[in-house]
């Protein structure tokens, strides 16, 4: 009996063993011009392996035909339509992948912080560069806030920015600490009162209501039923005795 684990293995998985028999079986026709009607006929049962939208695609046929010249080791010497692939060039293993394994020089900000201090370095414009500068501090103010969980001085972001930028971006702390330029907890507190009061057209809109659910209350109270006197059984005797 001839099982699947001694013979020999498959090449492409995709296409079965069957269609590797055939191809080792077009290697023993000896006809050229017979080969390769016969790779003809192969490469129109082999598109049936593909998605319907794709077969009459032409990519799909030169993919077909190099998937019968791997398939026979590129051994078949037939008449081509496409020129037969070079085995090296399909053989060879794809370059390794460089990955950048530099360590950020203060791990709490991260290398994204790095990378944005080189842009600013670059600036020309110096305005620009000055509040990019103070941009950047800020985030590392708030960086050094959320990962260490305490306050930090700003001179402490003063000497890590310019070690982070080898000397190029230097803040000046008068001016930081005279304008409160790096005070996170003020802003804090301005965005918090921002959220907390209400827009005018809310107030509008919460005073409009509060109105009309009065006017409903006041209607419902000063409504009465109408078939509440036919419905009394004392004014039905009252009126039999008139």
């Known amino acids: 009996m ?3 684990t ?8 995709e296409y079965g063993r069957n269609i590797q028999v055939m191809v080792n079986n077009l290697l023993t026709v000896e006809d050229r011009d017979n080969r390769t009607k016969q790779t003809a006929q192969l490469v129109e049962l082999m598109r049936q392996f593909v998605q319907p939208g794709a077969k009459d695609n032409n990519d799909v046929t030169h993919k077909i035909w190099d998937d019968i010249f791997i398939i026979s080791n590129f051994k078949l010497d037939v008449e081509a339509p496409f020129p037969i692939p070079d085995a090296a060039i399909i053989n060879k293993k794809p370059a390794p992948l460089g990955y950048r394994y530099a360590q950020p020089k203060l791990k709490h900000y991260g290398k994204n912080i790095e990378f944005l201090v080189a842009k600013i370095a670059l600036m020309e414009n110096e305005s620009e560069k000055q509040n990019a500068t103070i941009y950047v501090a800020r985030l590392m103010k708030s960086f050094f806030a959320q990962y260490n969980k305490e306050v930090v001085e700003d001179e402490v972001i003063k000497e890590q920015l310019y070690r982070i930028s080898a000397g190029k971006l230097v803040l000046d702390l008068d001016k930081i600490k005279s304008e409160n330029l790096l005070d996170l907890a003020g802003n804090l507190k301005l965005d918090n009162r921002a959220e ?9 809109r919460n005073n409009s ?13 000063n409504s009465t039923p109408r078939n509440n006197d036919r419905n009394n059984p004392r004014n039905n005797n009252n009126r039999r005795r008139k």
């Open 2 to 4: 001839d099982y699947n």
């Open 6 to 13: 001694q013979r020999h293995q498959i090449l492409l998985k």
């Open 196 to 204: 907390s009061v209400p827009s005018s057209n809310n107030r509008h």
């Open 209 to 221: 209501g509060r109105n009309n659910n009065t006017r409903n209350n006041d209607r419902n109270s």
